[in-house]
């Protein structure tokens, strides 16, 4: 029976307005709660026989606080305050509730597994533990005392009989939300094993993957790796700089301001930018023209050769063509310098030209002009009307030496060079290299003329001059091909096929797919190279191209001139390596959609090792053909230009038809 302010009716027989009733109240909570341990066999766990039971005890329990406040503290009844103005705030976004949800769940998980806490709560969890309440144990009166026991100590009972727990207002609001929460767990079936509540440990459904010491991505390791001994500048930079204001980097990429990156010290960014950050007194250290025998931080180092290439590989391209003398020029040579079947383009490229065309300058312009921006000419030579040229990524040339050639005439008379060898050399970090283009004796039965010419360019080429040898113990004075890590050789030897024109035709008939492995039997320079009598150590890569010599010009018909000549692989691209599987080719075939000249260009692609070196050795700094760049880059932006407007004229362009 309630009375009609809402408290049971038995309340007032438990709350009196004395402290002699406040201390009979706790002698009884403290013999109730003995009493129900004995009973419950020392388990430590409250057991309601059900739910309902439960829920009416913590609303007896509630309501009993303000009464029990204004009877043993005299509190004066506290004025209510108008409701504040609302604040206008913006809206928060999905991303900032989620994040405030997981903060208060964390808050929460943390105060409730503090190994250091030592609030009431616990202590009244814990007494809640020890304290289970039966139905029926009791007398309606008792059952509140049984509930305000949960909230005092043993300790604290026997110390004062007036219950000292109660002598602030702000331990009853505490012990009040405590008993609410402990009523809310067991009323969800949740009892605590221990002394102090914890909450269950979450574990993934899986086992993580393992993760990498860096986790950067493949391409920022690449570009932003760093030398070792600035491996200390990101907490320089923070000490000395602090955080860096947006103007130094771009907002739309680190947000307000720049933060460091902690996923790698193999992959740092700069404070300031994007490159590779360099103290100032490694600025005062390091002289990159007189050379430095440093390990680390040297310009041609092994940490600069990582930061470029990673697995140490640059990509080449090597062409050769005979141009026959003619003054013009291709349309377009994208075909020929820029095939489709590589995704990417090469770090450098070498071409090589025999015969070539009068205006060699102009040659060198289109070969810029079609390369673009990206590459500069490192280096061109000529020996009569042998040509070659030497194109490389722009931010490679520091990372070259200075460039050597040499020429050698295989004609009797000298002064008429059309026949013979030239040679360009240089080192490019710590590998060196050569490339030799020479244009042999021609005619189908002058093999060993064409031995000759071999033989008296690896003799003659003074090859190199001042640049150091890289391993002078393995090299000799009578072959320069041996003088130098990496020896690309290509060019027109000259070597036919022997069997007549009817046999070639009727093989290349019947294999429409390019299946030329039967006319290589017949190869004279296959079958000298497998005897050892030229090209010794050196290697080709498998032809499956028709061969480039002797076309009609401007067809795709081999030789229909009274002389028959027989169609043979003259135009050749060989390869030779002082270590094992240092060069490894990739593509190697003709350009037949160039059409200017009787032999078709030939090219061959080779992925080839790079070896740190060091910064004792005359190099190029950056040395390359500025005028032609310009010349190069001009011409491309015109035609790019005239291109654009030729389509915008045919298609403002009409037609008018007449019935």
């Not at 105060?111 to 030592?118: F, G, K, V």
């Not at 240092?582 to 075939?589: E, G, M």
């Not at 005239?642 to 038809?657: A, L, M």
């Amino acid at each position: 029976m309630s009375t009609p302010n809402g408290f049971p009716q038995h309340s007032g027989a438990c709350v009196t307005q004395s402290t002699e009733g406040g201390a009979v109240q706790d002698l009884h909570a403290k013999k109730a709660g003995k009493a129900a341990k004995k009973d419950a066999g020392g388990n430590g766990a409250l057991t309601f026989e059900d739910a309902a039971s439960a829920g009416t005890a913590l609303n007896e329990t509630l309501k009993l606080l303000p009464g029990e406040l204004k009877a043993n503290m005299k509190m004066k009844p506290l004025a209510p305050r108008p409701p504040q103005k609302p604040r206008l705030e913006r809206a928060a976004s999905l991303d900032e509730k989620s994040w405030r949800r997981w903060r208060r769940f964390r808050t929460s998980q943390e105060s409730l597994t503090d190994p250091n806490e030592t609030s009431s709560s616990n202590g009244s969890l814990q007494e809640a533990s020890l304290s289970p309440l039966t139905r029926g144990r009791a007398s309606p009166c008792h059952r509140c005392c049984h509930q305000n026991s949960l909230h005092s100590s043993p300790d604290a009972s026997e110390a004062s009989a007036v219950g000292k727990s109660r002598g602030s207002t702000s331990d009853l609001g505490k012990r009040a939300s405590e008993l609410s929460s402990a009523f809310g767990g067991l009323l969800r079936g949740k009892a605590f094993a221990g002394s102090k509540p914890r909450l269950s440990q979450v574990m993934p459904a899986r086992p993580l993957p393992p993760l990498e010491l860096s986790v950067a991505s493949h391409s920022l390791r690449t570009a932003n790796r760093i030398d070792s001994d600035c491996l200390d500048y990101r907490q320089y930079s923070q000490h000395k700089f602090g955080r860096v204001s947006s103007s130094l980097s771009d907002t739309r990429l680190h947000g307000n301001g720049m933060v460091y990156d902690n996923c790698s010290t193999s992959s740092m960014k700069s404070t300031f930018s994007l490159l590779t950050p360099i103290r100032s007194k490694d600025v005062r250290s390091r002289s990159y023209l007189e050379g430095s025998l440093l390990a680390s931080g040297a310009l041609l180092g092994a940490e600069e050769l990582s930061r470029y290439f990673p697995d140490r590989n640059i990509g080449i391209f090597v062409a050769t063509w005979n141009m026959q003398g003619q003054k013009e020029l291709p349309l377009n040579l994208d075909d020929f310098l820029l095939p489709a079947d590589p995704d990417y383009a090469q770090d450098m490229y070498v071409i090589g030209v025999q015969e070539g065309c009068p205006d060699r300058r102009e040659w060198e312009i289109r070969l810029q002009e079609t390369l673009g921006p990206h590459y500069v000419m490192l280096y061109s030579a000529a020996h009569g009307v042998l040509y070659m040229s030497v194109f490389i990524r722009r931010d490679l040339i520091w990372f070259c030496s200075e460039v050597e050639y040499a020429t050698v005439t295989t004609r009797i008379v000298s002064q008429i060079k059309t026949k013979g060898a030239l040679g360009i050399s240089f080192t490019f970090f710590g590998t060196s290299f050569l490339f030799i283009t020479s244009h042999f004796t021609s005619g189908d039965s002058k093999v060993n003329e064409r031995k000759l010419d071999y033989n008296k360019t690896i003799q003659s080429l003074t090859l190199p001059k001042n640049v150091p040898d890289t391993n002078p113990y393995r090299s000799s004075s009578s072959d320069v091909t041996t003088r130098f890590d990496e020896v690309f050789w290509f060019g027109d030897f000259n070597f036919r096929l022997n069997t007549d024109r009817e046999t070639v035709d009727s093989i290349l008939n019947q294999n429409p797919e390019t299946d030329v492995s039967r006319l290589l039997a017949y190869d004279q320079l296959t079958s000298e190279m497998s005897r050892g009598s030229i090209f010794k150590g050196f290697q080709e890569a498998d032809i499956r191209f028709r061969p480039s010599y002797k076309f009609d010009i401007g067809k795709d018909s081999y030789d229909t001139t009274s002389k028959q000549r027989t169609p043979s692989y003259t135009d050749r691209v060989v390869f030779r390596s002082r270590y094992r599987d240092d060069i490894h080719a990739v593509k190697y075939s003709s350009c037949p959609v160039i059409k200017t000249s009787d032999h078709r260009p030939v090219f061959a692609l080779f992925r080839v090792k790079v070896r740190p070196g060091r910064d004792n050795i005359p190099l190029a700094a950056g040395q390359f053909d500025r005028e032609l760049y310009l010349i190069g880059i001009k011409r491309r932006i015109t035609r790019e230009l005239q291109k654009r407007k030729e389509q915008k004229d045919q298609k403002s362009s009409s037609i008018c038809s007449i019935s």
